[in-house]
């Protein structure tokens, strides 16, 4: 009677142990465990399996039922593991039910030859399915990537279309205002200077300067709405072209030079360096008596500089109070920019223009 006693309270010793194993190993995995899956830390993984693995051979040395626990420990492995790592650990945790059945009922060729089998079978199976496991994951991770480099793309191509948009429609309204009213202004202007030229009448007098303020505000709203030579040309061809029409209608040979690697500049900074070029050519043209003119767009890493040389009379940049030099200024302070002016009676002036890109 002790002894049958003795036997099933010792039996019931192992089945407790067998089961705080089992309480233990999932509890080393939601503590420990589970922040794992979410980072690569090969060595706390490392350490983590081999608590496991230890707790796993100790509990199915008390009770054999633990053994089958073997179905979650395996994929765990793959899990907190790398794949050549892991598969070697997972066929060391398929052998330790074989060694725990040896040491605990002892060595025989049918114990071992019926386990060994099992072991096989487990251990081959278990490799194969981490591995599927692992390239699953990682085709997932690449699909994941795929789709935020799809979606990074969708977003830049809807925001390269908005801005295209917007672009049109600036330069749209800037030519139907170049059309209309400003050129409105200025026959106005010229209507009634030609029936009154010394403007001795008041109130034509007065007719004149409000058509000439609204024409200087139609301009400056040309100017803020973008250049319409942008729509169907890149900013190197606009810079040629302005180069080659005036040319064309001043007579003055002008080149224009590129460098660099011309690439796709926001729509902002195009239209201040391209408004620069046509406001320095305008002012060749009024003021410098030059005999040629000479511009060079210059396209860096960092930044993009446009110079506009000519050989004319010069003037005191300090004490230029016109319009087109602080329209410059003010356009290159919206883009970061700075605007430098040379100018002398022998040399020429060169105004230099340089926008961060």
Known sequence: MVATLTVTEIELGRRLVGAASIVVIAVVYV??????????????????????????????????????????????????????PAAPLVVVACLVPVLCAVARDGWSTE??????????????????????INRVIAQSRERGVLIAELRASRAEVVRLSHEAGVAAERARLA????????????????????????????????????????????????AALGPSALADASLAEAVRRQASSFSETTGIPATARVTGEPRALPTAIEVVLLRAAQEALTNVRRHAGAREADLLLAYRDESVRLVVRDDGRGFDPDGARGFGLTAMRARAEQ???????????????????EVPA
Do not use: K, M
Not at 48 to 68: D, K, M, N, R
Not at 199 to 206: I, P, Q, V
């Open 111 to 132: 114990i071992l030859t019926h386990l060994g089998s099992i072991f096989l079978v487990s251990a081959a199976l278990a490799v194969w399915l981490g591995t599927w």
């Open 31 to 84: 503590v420990w465990g589970r922040s794992l899956l979410t980072r690569d830390d090969v060595r706390a993984g490392t350490v983590v399996v081999g608590v496991v693995l230890l707790v796993f051979a100790v509990g199915t040395y008390e009770a054999s039922v633990v053994s089958y626990l073997l179905f979650a420990v395996c994929p765990l492995i793959f899990l907190l593991l790398p794949l050549r």
């Open 175 to 222: 030519g139907e205002i170049h059309d209309t009213l400003a050129q409105g202004f200025t026959s106005i202007i010229t209507l009634v200077q030609a029936a009154d030229p010394a403007l001795a009448n008041e109130r034509l007098a007065l007719a004149v300067r409000t058509a000439r303020e609204n024409l200087a505000e139609s301009r400056a709203l040309i």
């Open 335 to 353: 883009v970061r920019g700075s605007l430098l002016v040379r100018s002398d009676p022998e040399t020429g002036t060169t105004i230099e223009l």
